[in-house]
């Protein structure tokens, strides 16, 4: 016999709770923008610069060298006489660079770090248990999020952290 429902011990509830788990995964969703203002998924390389910032820039800055980038190609084809010849070639895909971007500019205490590694692990980013401590594994965990949004570095950037709603939003004032 099939149960039949009615109000919100039914439908009603099924509906609510289907609504709820909508908003909260799109909230998560790779590339959209929080109320916070944190940014996109591609909005991190923007925040690169290619310049030092002024002495007196505020905030605190990371330096970043980035080797070049080249492409091997070897092509092998058989000559006259049934030798083969292998020919290589390498081009420049991107030259070497200094970069620089804004971090936070606190220390990371061990909360600070605890919180980092839970946000990546609640985007499936960090395997291991929350230590509370920046090692090499939470520095890959932060690579592998910045990456996907045009920033390589295992280094946290300050969009990066207010995307991960570690740091408020630039421009928000914080009640102490």
Same mark, same amino acid.
């Given at each position: 016999?099939? $149960? !039949?429902?009615d109000?919100?011990?039914? /439908?009603?509830?099924? &509906?609510v709770?289907?609504?709820?788990?909508?908003?909260?995964?799109?909230? +998560?969703?790779? @590339?959209?923008? @929080?109320?916070?203002?944190?940014?996109?998924?591609?909005?991190?390389? &923007?925040?690169?610069? %290619?310049?030092?910032?002024?002495?007196?820039?505020?905030?605190?800055?990371?330096?970043?060298?980035?080797?070049?980038?080249?492409?091997?190609?070897? $092509?092998?084809?058989?000559?006259?006489?049934? !030798?083969v010849?292998?020919?290589? %070639?390498?081009?420049?895909?991107?030259?070497?660079?200094?970069?620089?971007?804004?971090?936070? +500019?606190?220390?990371?205490?061990?909360?600070?770090?605890?919180?980092?590694?839970?946000?990546?692990?609640?985007?499936?980013?960090?395997?291991?248990?929350?230590? @509370?401590?920046?090692?090499?594994d939470?520095?890959?965990?932060? %690579?592998?999020? !910045?990456?996907?949004? /045009?920033?390589?570095?295992g280094?946290?950037?300050?969009?990066?952290?207010? &995307?991960?709603?570690?740091?408020?939003?630039?421009?928000?004032?914080?009640?102490?």
């Amino acid at each position: 016999m099939a $149960r !039949q429902r009615d109000g919100w011990q039914g /439908g009603w509830r099924d &509906a609510v709770l289907r609504a709820v788990a909508s908003l909260a995964v799109a909230g +998560c969703a790779a @590339g959209v923008a @929080g109320p916070s203002g944190a940014p996109a998924a591609a909005d991190l390389a &923007a925040a690169l610069r %290619r310049t030092a910032p002024a002495a007196d820039e505020p905030g605190c800055w990371h330096r970043e060298e980035r080797p070049a980038v080249f492409e091997t190609v070897s $092509r092998q084809r058989i000559a006259a006489g049934g !030798q083969v010849v292998t020919e290589t %070639r390498q081009s420049l895909v991107r030259p070497r660079e200094t970069v620089w971007f804004a971090v936070p +500019c606190a220390a990371p205490t061990p909360a600070f770090a605890a919180s980092l590694q839970r946000a990546l692990k609640a985007r499936g980013l960090f395997p291991n248990p929350v230590t @509370g401590v920046i090692d090499d594994d939470t520095r890959m965990a932060v %690579r592998r999020f !910045q990456a996907s949004r /045009g920033l390589d570095s295992g280094t946290l950037s300050l969009a990066a952290a207010r &995307a991960l709603g570690l740091v408020p939003a630039e421009g928000v004032q914080v009640a102490r």
